[in-house]
């Protein structure tokens, strides 16, 4: 049983041993499925769908929409999400996903601040010096 460990499904919370997934396989299958459902309403209706439509239409439940929102699997480019999606850092509505434009931007340019920081001033201390080397090191205790 090494690699597995036990989790709470985050859509029926049920416990399921889990290589890495937060979604049961049974939870997994049934949102593949409703996805199918999505997307083939979507392409059949090409036009200026809204979430209200695809609720309505694909009967899949509106907890699986978001979750697909969140994912990125939908987008405001395949549907009008109007003010549907919240970015989860300051509110405003996106084009799906997690954070709107500003906050992505945001983000990115933190990410690549830090990221350049790190890369200019390594930290000193004997474990980071250890462990980038390539030869043994043993530690004696005095």
Same mark, same amino acid.
């Not at 899949?60 to 549907?79: A, D, N, W, Y």
């Not at 997690?98 to 890369?119: D, H, I, M, P, T």
């Given at each position: ?9 985050? =859509? ?13 396989? #049974?939870?997994?299958?049934? $949102?593949? !499925? ?20 695809? $609720? ?13 929102? +969140? ?5 405001? !480019? ?5 003010? =549907? ?26 990410? #690549? ?9 390594? +930290?000193?201390?004997?474990?980071? !010096? #250890? ?12």
């Amino acid at each position: 049983m090494s690699g597995y460990t036990v989790k709470t499904c985050e =859509y029926c919370g049920r416990l399921f041993q889990s290589i890495g997934t937060d979604i049961c396989s #049974a939870c997994s299958e049934k $949102l593949d !499925r409703d996805f199918v459902k999505v997307r083939e309403y979507i392409y059949e209706n090409p036009e200026n769908v809204s979430i209200a439509d695809i $609720l309505e239409n694909t009967e899949v439940p509106e907890k699986v929409i978001r979750l697909f929102l +969140k994912e990125g699997r939908i987008s405001s !480019r395949t549907v009008s999400l109007g003010d =549907y999606v919240k970015c989860e850092a300051c509110g405003a509505p996106t084009d799906g996903g997690r954070l709107c434009r500003k906050c992505a931007a945001a983000f990115s340019a933190e990410a #690549a601040k830090l990221s350049s920081q790190v890369k200019e001033n390594p +930290k000193e201390d004997p474990a980071r !010096r #250890a462990w980038n080397s390539r030869s043994m090191h043993t530690y004696q205790k005095d």
